[in-house]
Nanobody, 124 residues
Framework: QVQLVESGGGSVQAGGSLRLSCAAS???????MGWFRQAPGKEREGVAI???????KYADSVKGRFTISKDNAEDTLYLQMNSLNPDDTAMYYC???????????????????WGQGTQVTVSA
């Protein structure tokens, strides 16, 4: 059983940056990893994913502003978020799976492991 623990959330003003981290108890068997977010009253949406070959995919709303990366040696997934705006306010979740990314729609990517989430709040 893999455990995922997010950190790095917080409150920031519009235009600011945050870096989220997701520590995995073990990443050697994880082939697809990603970040999702859910704002109050909205459905959960995929933000970014990274596959076993370090190929990445982003939601249109974050392209050019967010960067997903991973450090296999440290068993850690990152999400660098720049130029934040109030629409980015949400609970952010780390996700991972032992199967590689399917290449399908980002929000439909299946993940077997989820973290508890870290809150990101962006004020105008």
């Amino acid at each position: 059983q893999v455990q995922l623990v997010e950190s790095g959330g917080g409150s920031v003003q519009a235009g600011g940056s945050l870096r989220l981290s997701c520590a995995a108890s073990s990443s050697y068997s994880l082939y697809c990893m990603g970040w999702f977010r859910q704002a109050p009253g909205k459905e959960r949406e995929g933000v970014a994913i990274i596959d076993s070959d370090d190929n990445t995919k982003y939601a249109d709303s974050v392209k050019g502003r967010f960067t997903i990366s991973k450090d296999n040696a440290e068993d850690t997934l990152y999400l660098q978020m720049n130029s934040l705006n109030p629409d980015d306010t949400a609970m952010y979740y780390c996700a991972a799976d032992e199967m590689d990314c399917t290449g399908g729609p980002l929000s439909n990517e299946p993940f077997g492991y989820w973290g508890q989430g870290t809150q990101v709040t962006v004020s105008a």
